[in-house]
């Protein structure tokens, strides 16, 4: 067949006003199998994605939008779905960066925790997990001695349970509030915040635990050694109840605090004893943990009192050590004041004197030259 044949049969005579579409050799579909009853919704639909697009003009310039219109924000829609799945992956997202912020702590790189914690912070959206993410932020200032900075978390996480009215949220924040009123000298500040605590407690042993302690430390610090004996009572009961080594370490650290104060040296050897004993049987991971360092620093100051210079020098040696490793300037600026104490027991002025300026150089607290300098006197 010849190319001439072919352009003789005329297969190419389509009208001008005719499209070539790719349905054009195929057959009609039955009418009555596939019914089109809302063709007038598609006629719509089409002219109005038209209008949005920028094709052609619309007659009723004041009618509603494309979208709220003819429901493509609906649950079912597409872009519904694309907005559910995008929270959904932010949600996973900040779920693993808590996780790795965890490990990091864990691994003693609190820097990188943070840094990874704050990022989370960030992208998540739900309230319950920005919470978690300020009780983990805030933790780590505290640990780290910044607690004007734990403070301000603590104050975000109040808004969240307030939010949300959750008395067990409010309950944590407020005694995250106190202990970090206690460290910063605001006692009666601390003790509104435990006994709002108190009130908001919904049956967590643990907490409650906490609480008693943080007033037995604020009791310890305004002088009423008996109702901090109470409170320490109390929380050594809850401690035993529930098997909370760490609370029962924090129990035995403040105990041994308060015979020190009250010159009964002995039992604030025993009571460190038994502290430094429970910080050595935690797992190998926490012990560059602040109870770890808090027990090291009062095995220290007990040996001072009783004359045991050498053994005391050690353990503050390791928990100045363990303190620059974490960061934790607090714990520093003690270890440093009872460094100083025992080379001024040892008559050692020059070394006593670099103390000195090293607690100088922390820029901490004031209170930390007083009692560097009479603290060890009302023993005399």
């Known amino acids: 067949m010849s190319w001439e044949s072919i352009a003789s049969k005329d297969l190419l005579s389509i009208p001008q006003s005719q499209n070539l579409s790719a349905t054009h050799l195929l057959a009609s579909p039955d009418g009555s199998r596939y019914l089109l009853g809302n063709s007038n919704d598609l006629c719509q639909l ?103 900075e734990a403070i301000e978390f603590g104050h975000q996480q109040l808004g969240i349970s307030e939010e949300l009215d959750s008395p067990n949220m409010r309950a944590e924040t407020y005694l995250n509030l106190s202990r970090a009123h206690a460290s910063l000298g605001g006692l009666e500040r601390a003790l509104s915040y435990a006994r709002h605590s108190l009130y908001n407690e919904c049956g967590t042993k643990c907490r409650s635990g906490l609480v008693h302690l943080t007033v037995a430390r604020v009791y310890l610090e305004m002088g009423g050694f008996s109702r901090a004996l109470e409170g320490l009572q109390g929380a050594h009961k809850i401690a035993i109840a529930i098997g909370d080594p760490s609370l029962e370490l924090q129990v035995y650290v ?96 020059d070394v006593c004197t670099k103390n000195v300026h090293g607690l100088y150089a922390t820029q901490f607290s004031p209170l930390s030259f007083v009692l560097f300098y009479f603290g060890d006197y009302r023993e005399l």
């Not at 965890?102 to 840094?115: F, G, H, I, P, S």
Request: hydrophobic share 35%; proline share 1%.
């Open 46 to 148: 089409d002219e109005s994605y038209s209008r949005v697009a920028g094709y052609g003009s619309s007659p009723d310039a004041g009618s509603r939008s494309l979208w709220t219109g003819q429901g493509l924000l609906r649950s079912g829609s597409v872009i519904s779905c694309f907005l559910a799945c995008q929270r959904s992956l932010r949600q996973y997202i900040a779920k693993r960066k808590i996780e790795r912020g965890l490990r990091l702590y864990e691994q003693n790189n609190q820097t990188a925790a943070v840094r990874t914690w704050r990022s989370a912070l960030k992208g998540t959206c739900r309230r319950e997990d920005c919470f978690q993410l300020l009780g983990y932020l805030y933790q780590a200032h505290m640990d780290w001695g910044k607690f004007r």
């Open 254 to 349: 403040a105990l041994s605090e308060l015979f020190g104060r009250l010159q009964d040296n002995n039992k604030s050897a025993t009571y460190a004893s038994k502290a430094y004993d429970l910080s050595r049987s935690l797992q190998l991971g926490d012990l560059n943990s602040c109870h770890h360092r808090a027990a090291l620093l009062r095995m220290a100051a007990s040996l001072r009192k009783q004359g045991e210079l050498g053994d005391a020098q050690d353990y503050c040696k390791e928990a100045t050590k363990l303190s620059l490793i974490s960061g934790d300037q607090a714990t520093y600026t003690r270890s440093v004041r009872v460094m100083g104490d025992i080379y001024r027991k040892k008559m050692d002025i």
